[in-house]
């Protein structure tokens, strides 16, 4: 091991001036856009949080989906992907502000577990309340007494926001596996 030791090899600390405690670089890592506290990670949250809330809007405004489990199963997991995703916008856009670095262990951790957990549930009631419209729309033709148009639409914004919630997933998995050496 290779490693200079500061009583072996004494290192000199360069004089501070007054305008360079300033202006000094914090010492980071390489910022990868869509990492927690990046313009990227912002971005990402904030189109999660949209799609989401979009689905659920637009399924809320049926007056027929809690007949339906899949419908509900949507507008509950959909609920929860706001909550999280907003939250998790407000912590970026707080880490932005005040130029900290989002990339302490337990953070990234609880980012994973959120997204993940939050993914899962998104994506299983997406599919679900595909299949429920395709069985109403397309099996039962029973559109003409349904809102299958809102039903696809909300199906449709759970999906976009699940695949806007996969780079933040894998980016944080990612970033976690490769400081513990993983990967």
């Given at each position: 091991m290779n490693v200079s030791r500061p009583a072996v090899h004494p290192v000199e600390v360069p004089p501070v001036t007054e305008g360079a405690v300033h202006n000094a670089p914090r010492g980071r890592m390489k910022d990868v856009q869509g990492m927690p506290g990046t313009l990227g990670g912002l971005a990402l949250r904030l189109l999660q949080f949209i799609f989401a809330a979009v689905s659920l809007c637009v399924m809320a405004t049926t007056s027929d989906f809690p007949s339906v489990t899949a419908f509900r199963y949507l507008v509950a997991s959909v609920g929860l992907q706001c909550l999280w995703s907003f939250s998790l916008a407000i912590v970026d856009a707080y880490a932005l502000l005040v130029r900290r670095s989002l990339r302490n262990c337990t953070m990234v951790g609880l980012f994973i577990v959120g997204d993940a957990v939050t993914?899962?549930?998104?994506?299983?009631?997406?599919?679900?309340?595909?299949?429920?419209?395709v069985l109403i729309g397309n099996d039962l033709d029973k559109c003409g007494l349904n809102h299958c148009a809102q039903f696809e639409s909300a199906t449709a914004m759970a999906f976009i926001s699940w695949f806007a919630v996969s780079p933040s997933f894998l980016l944080n998995f990612w970033s976690l596996a490769s400081r513990n050496r993983l990967i």
């Open positions: 993914s899962t549930l998104t994506f299983s009631a997406a599919c679900s309340s595909a299949g429920i419209t």
